[in-house]
Protein backbone atom coordinates (compact mmCIF):
# COMPACT_ATOMS: atom_id res chain seq x y z
CA UNK A 1 0.00 0.00 0.00
CA UNK A 2 0.97 3.52 -0.39
CA UNK A 3 0.86 6.92 1.25
CA UNK A 4 -1.87 7.92 -0.90
CA UNK A 5 -4.21 5.30 0.55
CA UNK A 6 -2.77 5.79 4.36
CA UNK A 7 -3.15 9.18 5.04
CA UNK A 8 -6.92 9.46 4.22
CA UNK A 9 -7.65 6.16 6.22
CA UNK A 10 -5.00 8.12 9.00
CA UNK A 11 -6.90 10.98 8.62
CA UNK A 12 -10.39 9.02 9.30
CA UNK A 13 -8.97 6.84 12.43
CA UNK A 14 -7.86 10.25 13.72
CA UNK A 15 -10.95 12.04 13.63
CA UNK A 16 -12.62 8.38 14.87
CA UNK A 17 -10.73 8.43 17.76
CA UNK A 18 -10.96 12.44 18.49
CA UNK A 19 -14.94 11.97 18.58
CA UNK A 20 -14.67 9.41 20.94
CA UNK A 21 -12.91 11.77 23.12
CA UNK A 22 -14.77 15.32 22.13
CA UNK A 23 -18.08 13.83 22.20
CA UNK A 24 -20.19 15.49 19.81
CA UNK A 25 -23.33 16.96 21.89
CA UNK A 26 -26.35 16.87 19.48
CA UNK A 27 -27.45 14.21 16.29
CA UNK A 28 -26.45 16.93 13.91
CA UNK A 29 -22.37 17.00 14.96
CA UNK A 30 -22.52 13.27 15.10
CA UNK A 31 -24.23 13.01 11.72
CA UNK A 32 -21.52 15.69 9.99
CA UNK A 33 -18.57 13.82 12.07
CA UNK A 34 -19.67 10.76 10.20
CA UNK A 35 -20.02 12.38 6.84
CA UNK A 36 -16.81 13.58 7.40
CA UNK A 37 -15.45 10.29 7.71
CA UNK A 38 -17.14 8.41 5.20
CA UNK A 39 -16.07 11.46 2.61
CA UNK A 40 -12.30 10.91 3.59
CA UNK A 41 -12.39 7.17 3.42
CA UNK A 42 -14.17 7.65 -0.28
CA UNK A 43 -11.17 9.80 -1.64
CA UNK A 44 -8.67 7.98 0.02
CA UNK A 45 -10.52 5.02 -2.08
CA UNK A 46 -11.23 6.38 -5.14
CA UNK A 47 -7.10 7.75 -4.98
CA UNK A 48 -6.04 3.80 -4.37
CA UNK A 49 -8.26 2.54 -7.64
CA UNK A 50 -6.91 5.51 -10.15
CA UNK A 51 -2.67 4.40 -8.61
CA UNK A 52 -3.51 0.78 -9.02
CA UNK A 53 -5.62 1.58 -12.96
CA UNK A 54 -2.14 3.72 -13.80
CA UNK A 55 0.43 1.47 -12.57
CA UNK A 56 -1.26 -1.59 -14.51
CA UNK A 57 -1.19 0.95 -17.48
CA UNK A 58 2.31 1.17 -16.99
CA UNK A 59 3.08 -2.81 -16.58
CA UNK A 60 0.99 -3.40 -19.92
CA UNK A 61 3.05 -0.71 -21.75
CA UNK A 62 5.70 -2.19 -20.54
CA UNK A 63 4.99 -5.91 -21.25
CA UNK A 64 3.55 -4.89 -24.96
CA UNK A 65 7.11 -2.65 -25.14
CA UNK A 66 9.42 -6.00 -24.38
CA UNK A 67 7.00 -8.21 -27.03
CA UNK A 68 7.67 -5.80 -29.52
CA UNK A 69 11.49 -5.72 -28.66
CA UNK A 70 11.63 -9.91 -29.07
CA UNK A 71 9.49 -9.77 -32.09
CA UNK A 72 12.15 -7.09 -33.52
CA UNK A 73 14.88 -9.13 -32.43
CA UNK A 74 13.12 -12.18 -33.81
CA UNK A 75 12.67 -10.61 -37.44
CA UNK A 76 15.90 -8.98 -37.69
CA UNK A 77 17.09 -12.69 -36.90
CA UNK A 78 15.41 -13.80 -40.21
CA UNK A 79 16.68 -10.93 -41.97
CA UNK A 80 20.11 -11.64 -41.38
CA UNK A 81 19.52 -15.31 -42.21
CA UNK A 82 17.77 -14.15 -45.65
CA UNK A 83 20.77 -11.90 -46.68
CA UNK A 84 23.01 -14.60 -45.67
CA UNK A 85 21.33 -17.37 -48.00
CA UNK A 86 20.64 -14.54 -50.38
CA UNK A 87 17.18 -15.49 -50.62
CA UNK A 88 14.92 -12.82 -51.97
CA UNK A 89 11.19 -14.88 -51.08
CA UNK A 90 12.13 -15.16 -47.37
CA UNK A 91 13.95 -11.47 -47.40
CA UNK A 92 10.59 -9.96 -48.63
CA UNK A 93 8.10 -11.38 -46.39
CA UNK A 94 10.65 -11.06 -43.30
CA UNK A 95 10.79 -7.29 -44.31
CA UNK A 96 6.85 -7.23 -44.40
CA UNK A 97 6.95 -8.79 -41.08
CA UNK A 98 8.93 -6.29 -39.84
CA UNK A 99 6.66 -3.54 -41.25
CA UNK A 100 4.17 -5.44 -39.04
CA UNK A 101 5.90 -5.44 -36.03
CA UNK A 102 6.54 -1.93 -36.64
CA UNK A 103 3.07 -0.90 -36.75
CA UNK A 104 2.34 -2.85 -33.47
CA UNK A 105 5.50 -1.18 -31.91
CA UNK A 106 3.76 2.54 -33.12
CA UNK A 107 0.58 1.94 -30.76
CA UNK A 108 2.67 1.25 -27.41
CA UNK A 109 2.04 4.24 -25.51
CA UNK A 110 5.59 6.36 -25.06
CA UNK A 111 3.88 8.38 -22.12
CA UNK A 112 3.42 5.23 -19.84
CA UNK A 113 6.86 3.91 -20.61
CA UNK A 114 9.46 4.89 -18.11
CA UNK A 115 13.20 4.48 -17.88
CA UNK A 116 15.02 1.66 -19.49
CA UNK A 117 11.75 0.48 -21.11
CA UNK A 118 11.12 3.97 -22.64
CA UNK A 119 14.81 4.46 -24.10
CA UNK A 120 14.45 0.86 -25.54
CA UNK A 121 11.47 1.70 -27.28
CA UNK A 122 13.06 4.88 -28.98
CA UNK A 123 15.74 3.14 -29.97
CA UNK A 124 14.17 0.30 -31.70
CA UNK A 125 11.75 2.13 -33.24
CA UNK A 126 14.49 4.16 -34.56
CA UNK A 127 16.28 0.70 -35.80
CA UNK A 128 13.53 -0.38 -37.42
CA UNK A 129 12.22 2.66 -39.51
CA UNK A 130 15.87 2.15 -40.17
CA UNK A 131 15.72 -0.75 -41.31
CA UNK A 132 12.72 -0.79 -43.81
CA UNK A 133 14.13 2.38 -45.45
CA UNK A 134 17.49 0.41 -46.24
CA UNK A 135 15.47 -2.35 -47.41
CA UNK A 136 13.06 -1.03 -49.56
CA UNK A 137 15.20 -0.56 -52.65
CA UNK A 138 16.91 -3.90 -52.28
CA UNK A 139 16.30 -6.32 -54.85
CA UNK A 140 17.04 -10.01 -55.58
CA UNK A 141 20.50 -8.48 -57.49
CA UNK A 142 21.58 -6.30 -54.89
CA UNK A 143 24.49 -6.04 -52.20
CA UNK A 144 23.30 -8.63 -50.12
CA UNK A 145 26.49 -8.46 -47.77
CA UNK A 146 26.12 -4.89 -47.12
CA UNK A 147 22.53 -5.74 -45.58
CA UNK A 148 23.75 -8.65 -44.21
CA UNK A 149 26.55 -6.15 -42.02
CA UNK A 150 24.12 -4.07 -41.48
CA UNK A 151 21.49 -6.56 -39.49
CA UNK A 152 24.60 -7.85 -38.38
CA UNK A 153 25.80 -4.79 -36.44
CA UNK A 154 21.80 -4.53 -34.92
CA UNK A 155 21.89 -7.64 -33.55
CA UNK A 156 23.79 -6.96 -30.67
CA UNK A 157 22.26 -3.95 -29.84
CA UNK A 158 18.52 -5.20 -30.04
CA UNK A 159 19.76 -8.23 -27.93
CA UNK A 160 21.30 -5.69 -25.37
CA UNK A 161 17.87 -3.63 -25.02
CA UNK A 162 16.24 -7.24 -24.33
CA UNK A 163 18.78 -8.01 -21.71
CA UNK A 164 18.65 -4.51 -19.86
CA UNK A 165 14.91 -4.45 -19.43
CA UNK A 166 15.58 -8.09 -17.84
CA UNK A 167 14.00 -9.55 -20.61
CA UNK A 168 16.99 -11.97 -22.50
CA UNK A 169 15.79 -12.69 -25.91
CA UNK A 170 15.09 -16.42 -26.88
CA UNK A 171 17.35 -18.96 -28.41
CA UNK A 172 14.67 -19.26 -31.22
CA UNK A 173 11.98 -17.12 -32.43
CA UNK A 174 8.07 -17.54 -32.12
CA UNK A 175 7.99 -20.01 -34.79
CA UNK A 176 11.12 -21.50 -34.65
CA UNK A 177 10.39 -25.32 -32.99
CA UNK A 178 13.45 -27.02 -31.55
CA UNK A 179 15.92 -25.02 -33.83
CA UNK A 180 14.07 -25.32 -37.46
CA UNK A 181 13.77 -21.97 -38.89
CA UNK A 182 10.52 -20.93 -40.46
CA UNK A 183 12.60 -20.43 -43.91
CA UNK A 184 12.23 -22.98 -45.81
CA UNK A 185 14.79 -22.03 -48.45
CA UNK A 186 17.32 -24.32 -46.32
CA UNK A 187 15.63 -27.77 -46.82
CA UNK A 188 16.37 -27.25 -50.86
CA UNK A 189 19.58 -27.28 -52.45
CA UNK A 190 21.08 -23.87 -51.88
Known sequence: MDLKFWVP?????LMGVAIWFVNPASME???ACVQAAGVLLAIGWSVRLQNLHANQGSRQAAQVAVVFAAN???AFRELNDACIKRSWTDFVVNRRILDEILSQGREV???MLEGRT???MSDLRAIGVEALE???PHTPEGNWRH???YFDKRLPNIAAWLIATGNPPEANGPTDYRGLRTSFSQLGPL
Request: cysteine-free.
Open 9 to 13: VGGTV
Open 29 to 31: SWA
Open 72 to 74: MHW
Open 109 to 111: SLP
Open 118 to 120: LAM
Open 134 to 136: LTL
Open 147 to 149: LQS
